[in-house]
């Protein structure tokens, strides 16, 4: 499981009047109900069902949500083929070249199909706090380009905000930055994080809160984490912290190939089948 429950999207951070006008609102949506049902059919814990989830934070928000099936999770995050590691200086000019990115400067990274939930927003506003010398790749859904392409324009910034679109293959990207900037409002995992972490790119990402894979990490040790993602002067004071700080940016960067090389699909697969056979006994003939 990588999604957050319906029924804790539904409900979250609903009390009074507003969780009745909520509880209204499916009662008379026939979809809803079916959505609502067919989840708890899901999570009812019979024979020899168990729930993998992706992170610790997840578990913890379906524990709130469906406590009965709590027995039946377990945690296996995903990960990566090969940690890659750093990328060298004629390494990240060849893939900016290739990538249409400007040679000289600062490049921040930021990888999501859905840019509004993943931060984009925030990101802009952060880099209007930055030096000219810093400038975005942004990678993703094309057809979300043009009404964000409208709000860099508005802010002064197309000279340095590069829309990428879904590139095939993203390693060129990771190949080109000088780090990742992840202000995600949601996401129960993160693989962008991991994948950039693969590649040596230090990361600031947003707090577990919003972040699945931030439980995992050290605030100043494997990355810099954001209290709060919609803070765009955190957000900006962070990024530019990695490029004063060259002993601190070096420092993220070997923590993170590390990281990422306790989390490879080889390893992984090994604690999914530690679910299949530790599970064995349950099923009933």
């Given at each position: 499981?990588?999604?957050?429950?319906?029924?804790?999207?539904?409900?979250?951070?609903?009390?009074?009047?507003?969780?009745?006008?909520?509880?209204?609102?499916?009662?008379?949506?026939?979809?809803?109900?079916?959505?609502?049902?067919?989840?708890?059919?899901?999570?009812?814990?019979?024979?020899?069902?168990?729930?993998?989830?992706?992170?610790?934070?997840?578990?913890?928000?379906?524990?709130?949500?469906?406590?009965?099936?709590?027995?039946?999770?377990?945690?296996?995050?995903?990960?990566?083929?090969?940690?890659?590691?750093?990328?060298?200086?004629?390494t990240r000019r060849e893939?900016?070249?290739?990538?249409?990115?400007?040679?000289?400067?600062?490049?921040?990274?930021?990888?999501?199909?859905?840019?509004?939930?993943?931060?984009?927003?925030?990101?802009?506003?952060?880099?209007?706090?930055?030096p000219d010398d810093y400038?975005?790749?942004?990678?993703?859904?094309?057809?979300?380009?043009?009404?964000?392409?409208?709000?860099?324009?508005?802010?002064?910034?197309?000279?340095?905000?590069?829309?990428?679109?879904?590139?095939?293959?993203?390693?060129?990207?990771?190949?080109?930055?000088?780090?990742?900037?992840?202000?995600?409002?949601?996401?129960?995992?993160?693989?962008?994080?991991?994948?950039?972490?693969?590649?040596?790119?230090?990361?600031?990402?947003?707090?577990?809160?919003?972040?699945?894979?931030?439980?995992?990490?050290?605030?100043?040790?494997?990355?810099?984490?954001?209290?709060?993602?919609?803070?765009?002067?955190?957000?900006?004071?962070?990024?530019?912290?990695?490029?004063?700080?060259?002993?601190?940016?070096?420092?993220?960067?070997?923590?993170?190939?590390?990281?990422?090389?306790?989390?490879?699909?080889?390893?992984?697969?090994?604690?999914?089948?530690?679910?299949?056979?530790?599970?064995?006994?349950?099923?009933?003939?």
């Open positions: 499981m990588h999604v957050l429950p319906i029924k804790y999207t539904l409900f979250k951070d609903r009390r009074g009047w507003r969780l009745a006008l909520r509880w209204l609102k499916v009662l008379t949506s026939p979809r809803l109900l079916v959505y609502l049902w067919m989840e708890r059919l899901r999570y009812a814990i019979r024979g020899g069902r168990r729930i993998v989830l992706t992170s610790t934070s997840l578990q913890s928000i379906m524990a709130q949500t469906y406590p009965a099936a709590l027995s039946a999770m377990s945690v296996v995050t995903p990960g990566v083929i090969c940690v890659p590691g750093v990328s060298s200086v004629a893939a900016r070249l290739r990538l249409g990115l400007p040679q000289e400067g600062t490049c921040i990274l930021f990888v999501g199909n859905d840019y509004r939930k993943k931060g984009l927003l925030t990101l802009i506003q952060a880099l209007k706090q930055l400038f975005l790749a942004v990678v993703g859904n094309a057809a979300q380009i043009p009404g964000f392409r409208e709000q860099v324009q508005a802010s002064g910034l197309q000279s340095r905000i590069f829309f990428l679109g879904a590139l095939h293959d993203v390693s060129d990207a990771y190949l080109a930055a000088n780090c990742l900037a992840h202000p995600t409002l949601e996401d129960t995992f993160a693989m962008v994080v991991l994948e950039a972490m693969a590649h040596g790119l230090p990361v600031v990402v947003s707090s577990a809160r919003y972040c699945g894979i931030s439980d995992s990490l050290l605030d100043g040790v494997s990355a810099l984490i954001l209290e709060d993602p919609q803070d765009a002067n955190a957000l900006a004071e962070a990024i530019k912290r990695l490029n004063q700080n060259p002993v601190l940016s070096t420092s993220l960067s070997q923590s993170a190939c590390t990281f990422a090389k306790s989390h490879l699909w080889s390893e992984v697969a090994l604690r999914q089948e530690q679910v299949y056979f530790s599970n064995l006994g349950n099923v009933q003939p």
